[in-house]
């Protein structure tokens, strides 16, 4: 249990990376162990509970890599050879006679006896429908040896993999129906402000459309999280004290909105009365305040309420925490080098996460950056970070974070 924390004073800013370091910790001595068991199809964005060995050598036996002619390098003599068998995929063929060759099609089983492969492009069919080579061959030229991708016994998959198309389509050659994966973490979303109002609904003075709600359910859907839509939570000490301990049954309790120890920080009263809070003052920008704590037992990610706050937010702290508590390891997003195609002329005392593109192998920024605008994000395919104390000018190169790499 950590210590309940104090607002940072001012000027002293907490890192972006020891606030990640803190959180995964925390996501670390909360993990959740307990697994289903799933049909490959749908362990699509879960996390793998155990490692996966391999049960099976990888290709089961040698195999044509073309459509051709399968042959023993020690017949080969210059003269046409007759062709003895003809072998699809799907096929087990008999050895090969000897002093003849086989015709052989991508995939299918190299019959004993074969060493080589000569592909149908460099084989002269005769008039008597024996077969020339005249080019000269290689021992085991085209043919995919057994074992080439795995052997029996290797690990394939390490436990705490999220499992994408690519693992579910390794885990099928593999032969592999289902697999155990970490059972989904619960994720409560709560949005608060009086001023919310949902979608659909006519907009009266003083209010605006909650756009983080429907932002985080489908985020958190598409990290494979259950989600529990706890929709708006009005700023109100006691409905907040009692919609939080309705929700007993969750693994964390996200929130937006009203971290900012202002007047209507209902959140971290009803955190401080009934459980612990710390309350993070960010070098990130947007998004300087967060909380974290627990009500009753349950943790609690308090993210701030800006659209473009809640999603950096979201994407560089939450989402990690998310993936760590279910065991992943690699949790950072993968982040690639580019010339910056704009100057940056004011350093800052935050760590900022520019919502911006590639334009010809440079990253440009939206023109307008304010925490409140999610369309910068939308316009944007990536976070362009600008670390604290720096500026820049064009060319000078920077940190960019695919938005592809956070999304999923
Ligand atoms: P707060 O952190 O509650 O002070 O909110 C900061 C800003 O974000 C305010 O302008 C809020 O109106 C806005 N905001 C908070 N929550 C949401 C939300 N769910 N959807 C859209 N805007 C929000
Ligand atoms: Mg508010």
Same mark, same amino acid.
């Given at each position: 249990?950590?210590?309940?924390?104090?607002?940072?004073?001012?000027?002293?800013?907490?890192?972006?990376?020891?606030?990640?370091?803190?959180?995964?910790?925390?996501?670390?001595?909360?993990?959740?162990?307990?697994?289903?068991?799933?049909?490959?199809?749908?362990?699509?964005?879960?996390?793998?509970?155990?490692?996966?060995?391999?049960?099976?050598?990888?290709?089961?036996?040698?195999?044509?890599?073309?459509?051709?002619?399968?042959?023993?390098?020690?017949?080969?003599?210059?003269?046409?050879?007759?062709?003895?068998?003809?072998?699809?995929?799907?096929?087990?063929?008999?050895?090969?006679?000897?002093?003849?060759?086989?015709?052989?099609?991508?995939?299918?089983?190299?019959?004993?006896?074969?060493?080589?492969?000569?592909?149908?492009?460099?084989?002269?069919?005769?008039?008597?429908?024996?077969?020339?080579?005249?080019?000269?061959?290689?021992?085991?030229?085209? @043919?995919? /040896?057994?074992?080439? +991708? #795995? !052997?029996?016994?290797? $690990?394939?998959?390490?436990?705490?993999?999220? %499992?994408?198309?690519?693992?579910?389509?390794?885990?099928?050659?593999?032969?592999?129906?289902?697999?155990?994966?970490?059972?989904?973490?619960?994720?409560?979303?709560?949005?608060?402000?009086?001023?919310?109002?949902?979608?659909?609904?006519?907009?009266?003075?003083?209010?605006?459309?909650?756009?983080?709600?429907?932002?985080?359910?489908?985020?958190?859907?598409?990290?494979?999280?259950?989600?529990?839509?706890?929709? @708006?939570? /009005?700023?109100?000490? +006691? #409905? !907040?004290?009692?919609? $939080?301990?309705?929700?007993?049954?969750?693994? %964390?309790?996200?929130?937006?909105?009203?971290?900012?120890?202002?007047?209507?920080?209902?959140?971290?009263?009803?955190?401080?009365?009934?459980?612990?809070?710390?309350?993070?003052?960010?070098?990130?920008?947007?998004?300087?305040?967060?909380?974290?704590?627990?009500?009753?037992?349950?943790?609690?990610?308090?993210?701030?309420?800006?659209?473009?706050?809640?999603?950096?937010?979201?994407?560089?702290?939450?989402?990690?925490?998310?993936?760590?508590?279910?065991?992943?390891?690699?949790?950072?997003?993968?982040?690639?080098?580019?010339?910056?195609?704009?100057?940056?002329?004011?350093?800052?005392?935050?760590?900022?996460?520019?919502?911006?593109?590639?334009?010809?192998?440079?990253?440009?920024?939206?023109?307008?950056?304010?925490?409140?605008?999610?369309?910068?994000?939308?316009?944007?395919?990536?976070?362009?970070?600008?670390?604290?104390?720096?500026?820049?000018?064009?060319?000078?190169?920077?940190?960019?974070?695919?938005?592809?790499?956070?999304?999923?």
């Amino acid at each position: 249990m950590n210590p309940v924390g104090k607002p940072g004073k001012t000027g002293s800013l907490m890192p972006v990376e020891a606030a990640l370091a803190r959180l995964l910790e925390m996501a670390e001595a909360s993990r959740i162990f307990e697994r289903e068991r799933l049909p490959l199809a749908q362990a699509q964005g879960r996390v793998l509970a155990e490692d996966l060995l391999s049960t099976l050598d990888l290709p089961p036996w040698p195999n044509s890599a073309m459509d051709g002619y399968a042959l023993r390098m020690a017949d080969w003599t210059g003269e046409p050879l007759t062709v003895s068998q003809k072998i699809f995929a799907g096929q087990a063929p008999a050895p090969l006679e000897p002093g003849t060759c086989a015709r052989i099609f991508t995939g299918a089983p190299v019959p004993a006896g074969a060493d080589c492969v000569e592909m149908q492009e460099n084989a002269d069919v005769q008039a008597d429908e024996r077969v020339r080579f005249t080019e000269v061959m290689t021992p085991g030229q085209n @043919i995919r /040896p057994q074992g080439q +991708e #795995t !052997t029996v016994g290797e $690990l394939i998959l390490s436990a705490g993999t999220r %499992l994408g198309p690519i693992e579910q389509g390794l885990a099928a050659s593999l032969g592999c129906a289902e697999l155990d994966v970490i059972r989904k973490v619960r994720v409560a979303v709560l949005s608060t402000g009086d001023e919310l109002i949902e979608p659909g609904q006519a907009l009266g003075p003083g209010q605006i459309y909650n756009s983080n709600r429907v932002l985080l359910c489908s985020w958190l859907q598409r990290l494979g999280c259950e989600v529990i839509d706890a929709g @708006i939570l /009005p700023d109100n000490l +006691e #409905t !907040t004290r009692a919609r $939080l301990g309705e929700l007993k049954d969750v693994d %964390l309790i996200l929130s937006t909105g009203g971290v900012s120890v202002g007047e209507a920080d209902f959140l971290g009263i009803a955190l401080r009365e009934e459980g612990e809070l710390t309350l993070w003052k960010l070098a990130i920008k947007p998004g300087k305040p967060l909380t974290f704590g627990h009500f009753r037992g349950v943790p609690v990610i308090g993210l701030p309420g800006n659209p473009a706050s809640t999603l950096v937010t979201f994407a560089l702290l939450a989402r990690p925490y998310l993936l760590r508590r279910q065991g992943v390891q690699d949790v950072e997003p993968l982040n690639v080098q580019v010339p910056a195609g704009f100057d940056w002329p004011q350093a800052g005392n935050r760590r900022e996460y520019l919502r911006g593109r590639l334009e010809n192998g440079r990253a440009i920024i939206y023109r307008n950056q304010s925490s409140g605008v999610l369309r910068s994000a939308a316009w944007a395919d990536g976070l362009v970070e600008v670390l604290e104390g720096r500026t820049l000018v064009q060319g000078d190169s920077v940190n960019f974070i695919p938005l592809s790499e956070v999304l999923g």
